[in-house]
T-cell receptor, first 114, second 113 residues
Framework: AQSVTQLGSHVSVSEGALVLLRCNYS??????LFWYVQYPNQGLQLLLK??????LVKGINGFEAEFKKSETSFHLTKPSAHMSDAAEYFC????????????FGTGTRLQVTL | ETGVTQSPTHLIKTRGQQVTLRCSSQ?????VSWYQQALGQGPQFIFQ???????GRGNFPPRFSGLQFPNYSSELNVNALELDDSALYLC????????????FGPGTRLTVL
């Protein structure tokens, strides 16, 4: 069975500071990995995904994540936070053959302060 | 090209009632997945429909059931509603079950009193 652990249910950063949201996964086979963002009262929007190839993945809005197999991690980073980044972020994992069946973490709420 | 749409936006029901939620998939997508997102939690996979057949189910009781129609739109039905069924229900569509590009709708907020 797959699982995802997101360390830190709430993260607060200053505008312009580095954003680091942590995600560790458990999977018996090489997984696909995803980060989604959810703004209040909205659905989920895909930020980025890792399927195969380059382990450093770039997504929308300046976010990127690096797949580290040895650490079973897929942390999300952004060099400089913007007020508009304040939202809930979810890490998710799936099997390669059934990529549309996602197992999500519990989410990290990102707060950006002036 | 329209995205994934869901109806209704909000719904209030009482315990024991039945509810039907609807989802229209993105054009060309034949796979629809349903998720339940309780307050403060991540979404949990309920089930998936592919070409009108159920194609996998999460850890949800049989009172959660679904349908997919020839146009690939889908319904989620919940019978005998319980208070814990209060949640945001998300629908997502993809080109195929193996498709890693999945698009989510805005969700239906269900409140059970």
């Amino acid at each position: 069975a797959q699982s995802v652990t997101q360390l830190g249910s709430h993260v607060s950063v200053s505008e312009g500071a580095l954003v680091l949201l942590r995600c560790n996964y458990s999977s018996s086979v090489p997984p696909y990995l995803f980060w989604y963002v959810q703004y209040p009262n909205q659905g989920l929007q895909l930020l980025l995904k890792y399927t195969t190839g380059a382990t450093l993945v770039k997504g929308i809005n300046g976010f990127e994540a690096e797949f580290k197999k040895s650490e079973t991690s897929f942390h999300l980073t952004k060099p400089s936070a913007h007020m508009s980044d304040a939202a809930e972020y979810f890490c998710a994992v799936s099997d390669r053959g059934t990529a549309s069946k996602l197992t999500f973490g519990t989410g990290t709420r990102l707060q950006v302060t002036l | 090209e329209t995205g994934v749409t869901q109806s209704p936006t909000h719904l209030i029901k009482t315990r024991g009632q039945q509810v039907t939620l609807r989802c229209s998939s993105q054009s060309g997508h034949n796979t629809v997945s349903w998720y339940q997102q309780a307050l403060g939690q991540g979404p949990q996979f309920i089930f998936q429909y592919y070409r009108e057949e159920e194609n996998g189910r999460g850890n949800f009781p049989p009172r959660f059931s679904g349908l997919q129609f020839p146009n690939y739109s889908s319904e989620l039905n919940v019978n005998a509603l319980e208070l814990d069924d209060s949640a945001l229900y998300l629908c997502a569509s993809s080109l195929e079950p193996s498709g890693s590009e999945q698009f989510f709708g805005p969700g239906t907020r269900l409140t059970v009193l």
